[in-house]
């Protein structure tokens, strides 16, 4: 990182100096001072965004693991690694954001000690954790390459199959659980959002956003890296993430249906345009856009695709999180500046590390000297790309 | 057999001084404007509300299972035998999601603190275990908020609202909300008015149980989901040995 400075190297520094000073302001003068939380609203961004969306984001390593290890469907084998790389970072980075929003990060610990079965939260910490030290074991054979450890990439080959149905299995469960953590607000949570089919709609967000992800990730890696773009993977993915995308639509439709909202989601109300939003990002636009043949053909048309569905499923979590709970606390939360910089800071680290990541070990491996880009022109320059890109340098 | 607390709105005067016994005993600052205070908050457990001159108490509804227990993922929050549900700061790792999951919005946060802590009602468990009431119920001077056994407490309302229908509205409220609180309510204004969710919103379902439902069936959902996943590894990678193996056999003739 010896190259001038650039004009996304500056706002790399600038996101990394707020989010400091923001650190300091949490450490020192408490969640008061650096959020718009209050017993009126006891969760923010925080766990709204970087535990619900961020462990949403990361689904894409489980997704491609399942995909091409369990299934055995070998041509999405080379985004495997940075789907499993981007999943180990995005959970080591969820751990960390989740230390700023703890009041007494300091005692993280007392879950392995005085632990409470059946509290939802206990057990997604479990899982976390247990899935976090699996990724790590899945991601290690991109370091046992880098120096060429035959013996290590021997014992890694022979338990790969455990790491992989185990990984997978803890998935599913903290996926789903972190719909049930609002299973127990039935009164608060708004019947737009609670439903008893949440750890059910939490999965299956989950698979649609894994791979959405995968769709973005390969781009931008493409733009960034300057590495060749494969469009026989993407157009598979892209598939996928149809079916994935009308299973979703179809659920909701169901429970809707089943719970006699659906004259209720049609009338204009605070919370139903926020639904609308979600719906529209979530399924109309990419279930459409996928419809056509010449879209799913087209690395921008999926690269469209996959952003809306990212996009979409991210209101989703954000409406059940916080645009749900509004009416019930009669208070609008809006999260302050200093909120979002630690949020930003954490995004931004992820890139950097990724950038790093890539630069350093064998991610793509099947690309030792990085071909020229072939869709820097074809798409619009995005702040992820910028940042990976000069990050790396 | 558990240790209720009935509040009779009726017979509340207003006099807050169950607000002063609450801070003194719980070691917290009272004074005027503290006493002017209209919300519950981490320096106050308590409050007496007054609306069209009638007035209402709010404090921890001591569910008989409690959703803040149930959630905290360190157990910090436990329902005593005795009937209240305290907190144990030495375990708490700061989550909030004890006050996410209550229904009546009691929990409290520390928001200024830098080793913050929740604050509620915990119903006095050194005096209830000491065989003494609570300091509320003990100050009270005209017995609108009365301590004792749950089922005693109950009949009295319930003798109370047939002794005198005109003056009650015909429930006890915590009786049967989320499955009973050891918080009861008698009164002749709706509770609903004061902040009180609603008992329709709140059902006669104990809260714990939401989350149970599922939680109950992931001991028997690891082994079989395990399985199944081990299964389609086993068949998608035969598909490769049976390849290979025809692959050798081929080369075998060959020769």
Redesign the interface.
Known sequence: MKSKPTFWKVVFIAIMGLGLYSTFIR???????VSN????F??GIWIGFDLLCGIMLAAGGFCMIGAV????VESLHSVVRPAVLTAFLGYVLFIVGLLF?????W??W??M???????????I?LCVMSYTTVLFFEFLPNVFERFNLQTPIKWTKKIY?VL??LG??LS??HQSSLG??F??????LHPFWYT?AL?FFFFGSAIAVGLAMTIFESTQSAKAFGRHLELGVLVKLGGALLVALWVNALLRFQDYLHRGMLGEIIKPSYEAYFLWLELTLAFVIPITLLSFKRVRLSPQGLYLASISTVLGFIANRLNIALTG?ETYAGHHYLPKWTEFSVTLMIIAAGFALFGLAVKHLPIFPEERVPVRARLRAETTPVVAAAVLGHVAE | MSKSLLYDATMCIGCKQCEGACAQQNKLPYDDNVAAESVQ??HKYTVVLEKNDKFMRRLCMHCEQP?CA???????MHKTKEGPVVYDVW???????C???C?F?QP??????????IHKCIMCPDRVTAGKQTACAEICPTGATKFGERDDLIQEAQDRIRQNPSTYLPRIYGLHEVGGTCTLILSNANVEDYGY?SSA???DTP??E??????SK?PD??PV??LV??G??WI??R??EVAAAEAEEKNGSKR
């Open positions: 450490f020192f003068y408490g969640l008061g001072a939380m209050s017993d009126k006891p969760w290890y369990l299934f055995n929003d703890l009041g007494r990060p005692y993280i007392h879950q000690i005085y632990m409470n079965p059946h509290s939802v939260m206990f057990e910490g199959p992989i149905i997978i299995l599913t469960l049930s953590l299973l127990i607000m039935p009164s608060k008893p750890p709970f | 908050s981490e959703a149930s959630v905290c993922p360190v157990g910090a375990k708490c790792i700061g989550c909030r999601y006050m996410v999951a229904a919005g409290k946060y520390e928001w200024h603190s830098l080793n913050p802590r969710p919103k709140l059902g809260m714990p939401y989350t149970g439902r599922v939680l992931i959902f690891v989901w395990s996943l081990g389609i590894y998608s990678h598909r490769e």
